[in-house]
């Protein structure tokens, strides 16, 4: 059981590049989320998708776009990269049951440089 | 604004002491308040979920409660092993997810 997995686990990237991040989760989670984690910053939301077909800004959308391909499958697309989007980045999914929420899955992150 | 905070920032605990580790929120509608831990280089690792005011759970030395507007993690007796970032997010409205900025947990012996 994979739970959820992203790739790639570790990118150097040179500030203007583009790259695509991935995230699939195999749990059948309506809900999917991309985080940055930097030090002492806990987990900051980018973006979100609480269903197949929706997705919504987080607390630091700006300079990130993502699409939610299909029900297993999120994706973070950086355009133009900046020194500034060095961090690590989490995907994870989480399922519900009515009204109420319930925990999310996390993969393993991808430790992204920007030089 | 802050919707999920946490404190202290960071905790020295001698083996034995026990303490508690706060998070508060401001979000209306919650559809489930979750504690987890993190280790150096991974993912987070979820320990519990919380519901409504009132609500207990217990795992081990780790005991979380919930009132209103905010939460606790009472560590009893700790162990060096449960040196480790905890962190407390938030679930409300769309299944919208929001973390606090954790607590760093340090336990010598």
């Known amino acids: 059981n994979a739970g959820v997995t992203q790739t790639p686990k570790f990118q150097v990237l040179k500030t203007g590049q583009s790259m695509t991040l991935q995230c699939a989760q195999d749990m059948n989670h309506n809900s999917m989320y991309w985080y940055r984690q930097d030090p002492g910053m806990g987990l900051r939301l980018i973006y979100y998708?609480?269903?197949?077909?929706?997705?919504d800004k987080g607390e630091v959308p700006n300079g990130y776009n993502v699409s939610r391909l299909n029900k297993r499958e999120f994706s973070l697309r950086l355009e133009s990269a900046a020194p500034s989007q060095t961090s690590v980045y989490f995907c994870?999914?989480?399922?519900?049951?009515?009204?109420?929420?319930?925990?999310?899955?996390f993969g393993q992150g991808t430790r992204l440089t920007v030089v | 604004e802050d919707q999920v905070t946490q404190s202290p920032e960071a905790l020295r605990l001698q083996e034995g002491e026990s303490s508690s580790l706060n998070c508060s929120y401001t979000?209306?509608?919650?559809?489930?308040l979750f504690w987890y831990r993190q280790d150096p280089g991974k993912g987070p690792e979820f320990l519990f979920t919380?519901?409504?005011a009132g609500e207990e759970k217990e795992k081990e030395r780790l005991k979380a409660t919930l009132t209103k507007k905010e939460s606790f993690l009472h560590i009893t007796a700790p162990k060096p092993e449960d040196s480790a970032t905890y962190l407390c997010a938030v679930q409300w409205g769309g299944n919208k997810l929001v973390f606090g900025a954790g607590t760093i947990l340090r336990v010598k012996s």
């Open positions: 998708s609480a269903s197949e077909g929706t997705t």
């Open positions: 994870a999914s989480s399922g519900g049951r009515g009204s109420y929420g319930t925990e999310a899955f």
């Open positions: 919380l519901y409504s």
């Open positions: 979000v209306s509608g919650l559809r489930g």
